[in-house]
């Protein structure tokens, strides 16, 4: 028996090589990869709670997440995880974030993180237009070198 694979065909013994291999990449990223074990939005402090495979926690404010911003309790409480834990899905909102992603701050593409780097940076505090005033007594930024 023959398969397709888009524009190729491919035996069955390939078919069979290719899930051993496709087994063994699954069970390595499972073995080195944070997984879930539960995803729950708590009204309270209004966090989505990730609670990991490893025994840690990893929470977040649904307004750091792209496409969560403006969701309703009702629509943060309707979380699931994939099967594996490796992805949070919520229906309702058509969102799906990867865990090992979230873990590491990619809270949406890469336009919307740099939207929220830009909110960041335009915050204005007491501290830092102290900062930015001191600097400006030394000077100024210090100018780029030319790399040659």
Sequence with gaps: MQFKNWNNLISEEELDAQIVSAKAVAQESDATEPRAISVRFDRLSRLIVISLKNGAFFSFPP??????AEATAEDLDDVWLDASGSSVHWERLD???DITGLVAGIFG???WMSQLGCKGGQATSEAKA?????NGKKGGRPKKLLQI
């Design 130 to 134: 102290k900062a930015s005033r001191d």
């Design 109 to 111: 593409t890469k336009a």
């Design 95 to 97: 969102a799906d974030f």
């Design 63 to 68: 307004t750091l997440v792209q496409g969560l």
